[in-house]
């Protein structure tokens, strides 16, 4: 019995050997799984890595097919803050979806002439219950944003409950970390969060958005914070990779469903504006602060200090007066809400206010000092 046992083993050894020996002669087709039973571990290395690369390969194209059906679908957007910017960009929006505005004033009659639905304030349960909604845009002025955040959450929660989806999250303020730590603060963690500033306005782009350039910062996916300093580069070779804000690597195709539904929904939603023309910049929301303070907010008090002088139009005016007044002009167009939320929301801009003083002083005192004036003099003119 022992013996029949060592010879059936013997059998089986030398079978295997047989097998493992020939199998070279008979080299499996690259997708064939056999491909295993190679003898040399360098070379069935190579083949499952061909075999992972062909699967990948495949893997990309579904979903490239899928990411195609999505966008096949017209984004609907909600706009919260219907005033002079909301309706600015829900008029451009029209072009390529279904707009639905909500503000606190009745703005009926504009939404209706750009072919959108609106639904006043006092009903912000019925518009963040919209079936459709892909997106909502938050268009309030910077110093209502948080209360109307914080309104708007009770109802997307709601949304949660009921329809298991929230709309992605898109702010367009003029001031970007104020914006983000609100979303970010409030927002149920379910929500997509995308922070954006145009920089322009019914006045600079009254004619077209082309060549205009547009901020954004993709913050939040699938409750992924997202590293803002890294960000996400679909230009680069690594296209659709981005890196969280603990380091970790990630893909644009995880294997979550709401992770590639979400990133669709930004780049459809991203794609409006470059179809616009505009110049996408992909930024941290920090480092626009500290951008804009140097120049948004200096343009802004420069035309706000300049509109206190009383200014007029003369017959022999130069270009460069010109220009000065058409900065009165196009500052003064927006709202002292506006400009206050540039001061009070950027933490850079009371620097800019102080080195701007300093500046004046520094000019003047030159002027007095050619003049011959004492320092007991100059100071008292400053
Ligand atoms: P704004 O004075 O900054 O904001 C006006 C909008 O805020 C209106 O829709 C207004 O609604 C709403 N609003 C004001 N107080 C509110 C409150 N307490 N509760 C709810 N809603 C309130 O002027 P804007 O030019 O339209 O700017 C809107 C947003 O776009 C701002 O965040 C701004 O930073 C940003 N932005 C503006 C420009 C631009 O060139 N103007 C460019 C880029 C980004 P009602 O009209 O219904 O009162």
Redesign the pocket.
């Given at each position: 019995m022992m013996n029949q046992q060592r010879c059936s083993n013997f059998l089986v050894f030398l079978l295997s050997f047989i097998l493992i020996s020939v199998t070279p002669f008979f080299a499996p087709d690259s997708s064939d799984v056999s491909a295993t039973m190679t003898p040399s571990p360098a070379g069935e290395l190579e083949k499952l890595k061909q075999e992972e690369a062909r699967l990948s390969s495949l893997l990309a194209q579904v979903r490239q097919q899928k990411l195609s059906v999505l966008q096949s679908r017209p984004l609907t957007i909600g706009i919260i803050?219907?005033?002079?910017?909301?309706q600015f960009i829900g008029k451009s929006f029209s072009k390529y979806g279904n707009v639905i505005g909500t503000?606190?004033?009745d703005y009926t009659k504009i939404a209706s002439e750009m072919g959108a639905k609106y639904i006043p304030?006092s009903n912000l349960e019925e518009f963040a219950m919209e079936e459709d909604m892909d997106v909502i845009v938050i268009?309030?002025?910077?110093v209502?944003?948080e209360?109307?955040v914080k309104d708007l959450v009770p109802h997307l929660q709601k949304r949660l409950e009921e329809k298991g989806s929230c709309p992605l999250i898109v702010d367009?303020?003029?001031v970007k970390e104020h914006a983000r730590n609100v979303l970010l603060n409030h927002l149920p963690q379910e929500c997509d969060i995308l922070c954006t500033?145009?920089m322009?306005?019914?006045d600079s782009a009254k004619h077209s958005w082309q060549g205009q350039t547009f901020v954004y910062e993709r913050t939040r996916i699938d409750g992924v914070l997202l590293d803002p300093t890294k960000g996400y580069d679909s230009n680069s070779d690594n296209e659709g990779q981005f890196v969280d804000d603990q380091g970790n690597s990630h893909s644009a195709h995880e294997n979550s469903e709401a992770h590639v539904e979400g990133m669709d929904r930004i780049e459809r939603f991203l794609s409006i504006w470059e179809e616009e023309g505009c110049n996408m910049i992909s930024l941290s929301c920090k480092s626009h602060d500290e951008f804009t303070a140097n120049s948004q907010f200096v343009t802004h008090l420069m035309g706000r200090i300049l509109e206190g002088q009383g200014l007029q139009a003369t017959p022999i005016d130069t270009k460069g007066f010109q220009s000065v007044l058409r900065l009165i002009e196009t500052t003064s167009a927006?709202?002292f809400?506006?400009f206050y939320?540039l001061y009070k929301f950027n933490r850079n801009s009371k620097e800019t206010i102080t080195r701007l003083k300093e500046a004046m002083n520094e000019v003047v005192g030159k002027l007095l000092k050619m003049e011959g004036e004492s320092e007991e003099q100059l100071n008292s003119c400053l």
């Open positions: 803050g219907f005033g002079r910017f909301g503000s606190r004033s304030l268009a309030v002025s910077i209502s944003f209360d109307t367009v303020l003029s500033h145009p322009f306005g019914p927006d709202s809400d506006l939320g």
